[in-house]
């Protein structure tokens, strides 16, 4: 029947997408579908208008530890092999300078640690001293009547990198290429699925209109709507979520790459950092700011979109308890209530003025305007047994034929390691072949000699 799927996809983000393609290339499973509620793919998160189009490999993002940096190098350098592979350059990917700049005494001296440990794992990261990085990014080091900052500011990088994506246009070329595969791989879009019922050997999932599909195998990339779907069916029933929603501030063009700054390791969230927007030339962004919302999705009207799935994960003693830990500490709740004015009329910009000027000195309060409509939310996971915020990804697996995805950054530079692990289990589930040997040997050299 038409209808009937080996492997149905909820989600038609990068994450979905990423999928779609590692099972349509590397393994022999028959006949995959996605099904995507917006009338395009890539809407919500995954939109180059959503997040900051950063490739993260670990090499700047300084919240990250040696641990996690080699881990999601070995992710990113998947989703740029890709790219560069399918001759994506100037399109889908691009090549810009990048550093991690520490500024005054502490964070100098930070960086300068970091940096040592950090080249272990990235033998080309080149350190920055002031003078360097005023030849390399000078609106970092002038102030506006033209002379230097007078705090010292470091910085380590590269002059050169593949670090820039739009995971919209990736998320389209993953769908295209999938297709182009297998005729019998099928796009639904304008389907939300409503509810997902066990059937004899896989799943009914029923749409809003009430229009159904079958699957042997639901993998759900759902975003934020992820967690819901599985405890609608009663998984995950010990997690929760935290929405926090990240926008952003545009600036003229005063930046020549990406300029990321060092994090306060008791927040939660990366400090603000400055990307050059590969979507919209001579603009560059700032942010993105933390903003907890209780949504799911953004969408233009503050109200608008309230989350009834999220009261339903959330309201309960131990999400409270978790708020309230979180709340109780005052660098925390400073931030939170900072972020909040940053969305503020009026009174944002001039607040978020000052964080920006720690990137760029000179910055004017005329050369900020609120990147309307730009962000997402990120849906931080909360773990109801352990009573805290978990930072980073979280799968369900459940054995039963469906597993669910919950992505907060970097999902989309992780997409592909991902959809890596996910095909390998649902090939094993269907009793399939998937061919890992191809996928290293296209994808992850690095990885083959692990074989
Ligand atoms: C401000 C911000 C900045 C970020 N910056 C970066 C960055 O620089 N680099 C990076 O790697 N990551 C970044 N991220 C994270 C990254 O954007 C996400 O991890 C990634 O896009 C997640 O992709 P996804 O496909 O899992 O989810 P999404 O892109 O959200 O896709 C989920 C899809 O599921 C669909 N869907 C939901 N419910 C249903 C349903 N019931 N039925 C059918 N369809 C449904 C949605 O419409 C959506 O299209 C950032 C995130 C934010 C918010």
């Not at 090549?95 to 080309?124: D, L, W, Y």
Request: charged share 30%; net charge neutral.
């Amino acid at each position: 029947m038409e209808n009937e799927f080996d492997v149905v996809i909820i989600g038609g983000g990068v994450s979905g997408c990423a999928a779609f393609y590692a099972m349509s290339e590397y393994s022999d499973i028959k006949k995959i579908a996605i099904v995507e509620k917006c009338d395009r793919l890539a809407k919500v998160s995954s939109s180059a208008k959503a997040n900051s189009q950063t490739i993260h490999d670990g090499s700047i993002e300084t919240n990250y530890t040696v641990e996690k940096a080699k881990k999601v190098k070995l992710s990113a350098y998947k989703v740029r092999h890709y790219a560069l592979n399918k001759n994506l350059q100037n399109k889908v990917i691009f090549e810009n300078q990048k550093m991690a700049i520490g500024v005054g005494e502490n964070e100098c001296r930070f960086m300068t640690e970091r940096h040592e440990s950090f080249k272990e794992i990235f033998p080309n990261l080149e350190f920055f001293d002031k003078n360097k990085i005023k030849e390399l990014e000078p609106k970092v080091i002038l102030r506006a009547d033209g002379t230097d900052r007078s705090e010292n500011v470091v910085g380590s990088g590269f002059k050169k990198d593949w670090c820039a994506m739009n995971f919209g246009l990736l998320s389209e070329n993953f769908v295209e290429e999938s297709k182009k595969l297998n005729p019998n791989n099928e796009v639904f879009l304008n389907f939300r699925v409503k509810k997902i019922e066990p059937r004899a050997d896989g799943y009914a999932l029923i749409s809003e209109n009430s229009d159904e599909i079958y699957a042997k195998f639901v993998l759900v990339n759902a975003g934020s709507y992820s967690l819901p779907l599985a405890q609608s069916m009663g998984y995950g029933m010990d997690l929760g979520c935290l929405p926090v929603a990240g926008s952003f501030y545009f600036v003229p063009d005063l930046l020549r790459g990406k300029v990321y700054t060092v994090q306060n390791p008791k927040l939660p969230f990366a400090a603000v950092h400055g990307d050059p927007d590969v979507a919209i030339k001579g603009k560059t962004r700032i942010g993105p700011t933390a903003l907890t919302m209780p949504k799911l999705e953004r969408n233009k009207h503050w109200l608008g979109g309230i989350s009834m799935e999220l009261l339903k994960m959330d309201l309960n003693k131990e999400v409270f308890k978790i708020a309230l830990d979180l709340f109780s500490d005052k660098e925390i709740r400073d931030y939170v209530f900072k972020n909040m004015i940053f969305e503020m009329p009026f009174f944002g910009k001039r607040k978020f003025l000052k964080d920006a000027q720690k990137i760029i000195p000179s910055l004017k309060l005329e050369d900020l305007e609120y990147a309307q409509g730009f962000g997402e939310v990120r849906p931080q996971v909360l773990d109801r047994a352990k009573r805290k915020l978990e930072l980073g990804e979280k799968k369900i697996s459940t054995g039963k034929g469906i597993t669910f995805n919950m992505t907060p950054s970097p999902g989309a530079t992780s997409c592909l390691q991902n959809a890596l692990n996910d095909s390998q289990e649902i090939a094993a589930y269907l009793g399939v072949k998937f061919d890992l040997e191809r996928f290293y040997k296209d994808l992850s050299p690095e990885e083959l000699e692990n074989l």
